[in-house]
């Protein structure tokens, strides 16, 4: 005869108190515990790392398994961005139904930070109730906008010449964003003009607006300020700062060329995403300056990190020589490959006939976030009746800017089963679906956990490995509270 513990587990949620008594058994017997009203699950979800300001959505499905209807209470929460909502689940649920509730989670920082939110759903029928505990955790990253460069440096620029360098800023949220352009107090030469940008943004789409400098005397000038998106959703407000250093040097000669900027912060770039800005220069000799190098070592680009795009096509301008007055540039690149900071290096030689000016060049860039969103991580179906089925999408959502290949990995084995559309090629801005269920059955009563690994790559090789670990409880009752 197998021995019983009784184990007396208190219950509090959404300020109800509720006594359950626990009867211990083997895993592979049938269980005389009191039956749960429903199978509720997942109950405890890992939303993983999500782009700071994007909203991920989990679904909880919900079966009566009572002959009467259920009262539904509880089940709120917004704190540390996680929010839910009752879905097409009505507030009483007819008996043998099922319904589906969404829990979500939009990071309010990039910090990488894992923050958690817990909630109670509260099932009645009479005077009788249970409460479903339900965990909820979860990272952001990233930025809330891409925006690039956020350091620049000028160089030599003519006393009085304004030299000017794009910022580019691109709304990669599900939302408009709203932005301020900040003030360089005192100025010392430089402004920030609006450009192509407003005061909003929409969603996937990019603006422009001008750092330019002036400079007023010789010598060299620094300054910053600082730029302010922000998106509302709900009366919740996400924001975040992007500091623009900014520095030049005010000069009466340049020698045969005048190039800006010379040196070039990146700031935050997505993993596995291009950033680019054009560096220009302008001939200021008396006939046409030839120029060699502007490329990488491997070194010198970090480990491939920082990239040459060639020179652009204008008037004047080719890879090996600049026309008299002519204006040209070469687009410089950072494609992070690991989440860390970046420093490259390459230079530039300007020359006619035995004079030289040569032009070093730097660049900066930190890479953040991941290659792709893999939501959620962790999914605990909770407690499932013998004969119920339940699944839960890991969702993959390509939010870079090359395709995605080669996905392996997410198989594994009973009780649980999985299947999935992650097949082929997965394009820019698309996504799919690996589907996990568990089954209840006779040979699948008690706890359950297993890990299963998913991978891809991008067209430069990178391949993260995300691991998905999925829990469950199978029960079947030899006796029940009178519902059935």
Not at 177 to 205: D, I, K, Q, Y
Not at 290 to 317: E, K, N, R
Request: hydrophobic share 40%.
């Amino acid at each position: 005869m197998n021995r019983r513990l009784d184990l007396w587990v208190v219950i509090g949620m959404m300020s109800i108190g509720l006594m359950v008594q626990v009867m211990g058994t083997p895993a592979s017997a049938q269980t005389s515990e009191r039956r749960p009203f429903a199978n509720l699950g997942p109950v405890d979800i890992d939303f993983g790392a999500i782009n700071v300001g994007e909203l991920k959505s989990v679904p909880v499905t919900v079966r009566n398994l009572t002959t009467q209807t259920l009262d539904v209470s509880g089940g709120g929460i917004n704190i540390n961005g996680f929010s839910g909502s009752l879905g097409n689940c009505p507030v009483s649920i007819p008996a043998g139904t099922t319904c589906t509730m969404a829990y979500r989670f939009r990071p309010l920082a990039g910090d990488g930070l894992e923050v958690t939110g817990t909630t109670g759903l509260s099932l009645s029928a009479g005077s009788e109730f249970q409460s479903f505990p339900i965990s909820l955790r979860g990272r952001g990253v990233g930025t809330l906008v891409e925006l690039t460069p956020n350091t620049i440096d000028f160089g030599n620029t003519f006393l009085g010449q304004t030299s000017t360098v794009p910022i580019t800023v691109t709304n990669t949220r599900d939302t408009a964003l709203v932005f301020n352009v900040g003030l360089f107090s005192p100025a010392g030469g430089f402004v920030l003009s609006g450009g192509t940008c407003g005061g909003s943004l929409a969603p996937a789409a990019s603006c422009q607006f001008n750092a330019t400098y002036t400079p007023g005397q010789l010598g060299q000038v620094s300054n910053q300020t600082v730029v302010t998106a922000s998106i509302t959703v709900q009366g919740q407000t996400w924001t975040e700062d992007y500091p623009i250093a900014v520095r030049g040097q005010g000069v009466n000669t340049v020698g045969l060329v005048h190039l800006r900027p010379p040196s070039i912060g990146f700031g935050k770039v997505k993993l596995g995403k291009r950033a680019s800005v054009p560096i220009r220069y302008t001939n200021t000799a008396a006939s046409s300056v030839d120029l060699g190098g502007g490329g990488f070592s491997q070194i010198g680009s970090d480990g491939g990190a920082f990239q040459a795009l060639g020179v652009a096509p204008g008037m004047g301008c080719s890879g090996s020589a600049v026309a008299v007055g002519a204006t040209c540039s070469i687009s410089y690149a950072l494609r992070p490959h690991e989440l860390r900071a970046f420093n490259g290096n390459t230079s530039i030689t300007f020359f006619v006939q035995n004079v030289f000016q040569p032009e070093p060049l730097t660049f900066t860039g930190t890479g953040v976030g991941a290659l792709a969103q893999v939501s959620p991580l962790l999914v605990d179906f909770g407690t499932v009746d013998i004969g119920t089925i339940i699944g839960v999408p890991v969702t993959v959502v390509n939010d870079g800017d090359t395709p995605l290949i080669n996905f392996i990995g997410g198989s594994v084995s009973a009780p649980f089963s999985g299947s999935t559309n992650c097949t082929g090629t997965l394009a820019v801005g698309a996504s799919c679906v690996y589907t996990f269920r568990f089954q209840a059955t006779p040979t699948s009563l008690g706890a359950h956990e297993t890990q299963t690994g998913i991978t891809f790559t991008n067209e430069q090789g990178l391949q993260p490995v995300h691991t998905i670990t999925l829990r469950a409880r199978g029960t079947a009752v030899l006796f029940s509270s009178g519902f059935e």
